[in-house]
Every structure is written in structure tokens, then in C-alpha cells.
């Protein structure tokens, strides 16, 4: 560990190669670098919430994802290796942004932590099951957050007012689940190839917040830097360097470190840019989302409900006209 600075914030330095801030204003000596344990790399990256990825995941590897996403104009449809499982639990329908507070946030991470523990037998386990039984409970907590939304909207907050109404009026047909691969009525041998980016001062934090998690792994890592370095990129330095990743290579990162059936619960928004990260025209992500859903590649169905007041209606009975009879005269 390094510390150096005169008169500036002093950076923590360890071997990921990333620095973080201590908030301090004062003037220190240089330092020989110190040789760290593992045990104090383990607390210093849980410190700033990025406790270490191992080089082994397990079969069945569950993430929650709670990034900055979007939907690329010309985003692919991909599909995960063979013999690879991919269930994947979308927040919001396409074109439209997420609003789900930290503590909401982490409440549902840790329910799903919770479950997936309580689940006996996890790697022969169906997964699309799993999702439909913990679906209930997630959108209860999401609904905390549409509540304030909402509350806020109703009390004169204009802030994100373009992005909140659509949020609203979609809310039901979020949390729906789409698979990649299977023999279920979810399958569609395919899914949108989602960007997810957030940056650097974003990630630390202590809700777990902005980051990819590996809920079932010892530590719960966020695996978003890992996933960049090994495709070659990495985040620019300070505060404001953003990562970006998508998710064919999250799929294939954990592929490689041995999962063989991910389950992926998604936070993140789904906004849809354009190839240079601007908005695209609100109807041209509109239409595009619509196409999405009707193909089921994004989730988004939405179930009728019949109101239990209605009376239902009933097909009248054939009226046959009656044939004439001769009465009988009377004598």
C-alpha cells in the first residue's frame, strides 16, 4: 500500500491498480509500498465495495445487476454458448428507466440471497421456477419505490418527469422473465445484447449499489472491472472514468470461471441510445420496443385482469320460431 499527496486527497493504491479516496487534506511522507496480505486486500476491496472475484464460480451462479443500462439502436440478438442456461428477470420493458431506491435495492438483493441459500439441490434446480417464486416479493419491494415516485410527482417534483411517467405507466409489465435457451414457454433461443456502464465514484458504496454482484459467491463481488479488463478495456482514472461492459461478455466471463447456468435479476434501465450514447426519438424507441415485446425477446407481456364487478356476458340462447298447433275443437 502507497499513500502520497501534498495538500491533495490522499488515494489508497492496491494491486487492482485502483486508487480510492481517503477525503483527507493533509501533507504526507512517500512511502515504500507495503507488501499486503491477503486478508488485507480482502478488507480493503470490501472497504470500498469491491471484495475480490474468485478465480471459480459455482455451476449455478446467481447476478443482480444494478448498473446503468441501455439498449443500443443496432444492439444483437445473442445466444450464450452450448449446454449454457441464461434466465434473465428484466425490471422495465425496453425504452424505458428504472427507479428503485438503494435501500429498496439491497432489500431485494438481500431476499434473493436469502432463497437462492434456502434452495436445496440449487444446480438441478429450474431456474425459471425459482424466478416465478421470487417474483412476487421483488415487485413488492420495487412498489415502495413507485410509491415515493409517484408521491413526488404528485407533489410538484418536475425532476426526470419525462422518464418517470413512462416508468409508471409500465410498471406492470416489468419483472417479466425471458430465457435463452430451454424448453419452457420463455425460450426464444436469444436476447438483446444490453450495454451496462456506471462510473468509477458510483460503485462505492455501502447498498451494493451500481454494480454487478455475484449474490452466491462468499463476499457477494461486484464483477463489472473484472469482466472490462478481460476484454481489454479499462476505466479511465478518477472520479469520473466510466466502465462499460455488455452482456455477451458478462455471459462468457462466467462461463470461463465455470458457471454453466447463470440467473440474472436486472435493475438496471433500459433506455435506448443511439450508437454515439444520445436518446433516440421517443416514437422510434416506442416502436422498437413494441417490436421487442410482440417477439417476447425482451419480456413485457402483460396479463388482463377482469374486474370482478363485471358481469360476465353470455351468449343468448337461439330463439326458434314455434310451429303452429291445431287445438282441438271443443264440442
Known amino acids: 500500500m502507497g499513500a502520497s499527496g501534498s495538500k ?30 491477503e486478508q488485507n486486500r480482502f478488507q480493503i476491496a470490501e472497504y470500498v465495495g469491491q471484495t ?4 471459480r464460480f459455482p455451476k449455478t451462479l446467481v447476478l443482480s445487476i444494478s448498473s446503468h443500462g441501455n439498449i443500443e439502436r443496432d444492439a444483437q440478438l445473442i ?9 434473465k428477470m428484466n425490471s422495465v420493458i425496453p425504452n424505458i428507466a428504472n427507479f428503485i431506491s438503494e435501500e429498496t435495492l439491497k432489500a431485494a438483493n438481500d431476499y434473493i440471497t436469502k432463497k437462492i441459500e434456502e434452495t436445496p439441490s440449487l444446480d438441478s434446480a429450474n431456474l425459471v421456477k425459482i424466478c416465478e417464486e421470487l417474483r412476487s416479493e ?24 419525462d422518464l418517470i411517467i413512462p416508468f409508471l405507466h409500465s410498471v406492470d409489465r416489468g419483472y417479466s422473465i425471458i430465457q435463452s435457451i430451454g424448453q419452457d414457454k420463455w425460450s426464444r433461443g436469444s436476447m438483446l445484447n444490453k450495454k451496462y456502464t456506471r462510473t468509477n ?13 455475484a449474490l452466491n459467491v462468499p463476499g457477494q463481488p ?11 478495456r479499462r476505466s479511465a482514472p478518477g472520479r469520473n472514468g466510466e466502465a462499460v461492459v455488455w452482456l455477451s461478455e458478462i455471459i462468457d466471463f462466467c462461463v470461463k470461471r465455470g458457471a454453466k447456468r447463470l440467473l440474472i435479476f436486472d435493475f438496471s434501465c433500459g433506455c435506448m441510445i443511439d450508437d ?22 425482451s419480456g ?32
Open 276 to 297: 454515439e450514447g444520445n436518446d433516440i426519438d421517443p416514437r422510434e424507441g416506442r416502436a422498437f420496443a413494441r417490436e421487442m415485446i410482440k417477439q417476447g425477446i
Open 300 to 331: 413485457g407481456s402483460k396479463k388482463r385482469k377482469q374486474n370482478k364487478n363485471t358481469k360476465k356476458y353470455k351468449k343468448p340462447k337461439k330463439i326458434t320460431k314455434r310451429k303452429k298447433t291445431k287445438r282441438a275443437k271443443k264440442i
Open 79 to 87: 445466444q450464450p454458448p452450448p449446454g449454457i442456461r441464461v434466465v
Open 138 to 161: 421483488i415487485v413488492k419491494y420495487a412498489k415502495k419505490t413507485e410509491f415515493d415516485v409517484e408521491k413526488g410527482l404528485k407533489s410538484g417534483n418536475d425532476e426526470h418527469k
Open 52 to 55: 475480490i472475484v474468485p478465480p
Open 201 to 213: 465514484v458510483e460503485r462505492i458504496n455501502p447498498f451494493g449499489d451500481w454494480q454487478i454482484k
Open 8 to 37: 491533495e486527497k490522499n488515494k489508497i493504491e492496491y494491486d487492482s491498480g485502483y486508487e480510492y479516496e481517503t477525503g483527507t487534506n493533509m501533507e504526507v511522507e512517500e512511502h515504500e509500498p507495503i507488501k499486503l496480505t
Open 222 to 232: 461486484d464483477i463489472m472491472l473484472d469482466v472490462e479488463q478481460e476484454n481489454g
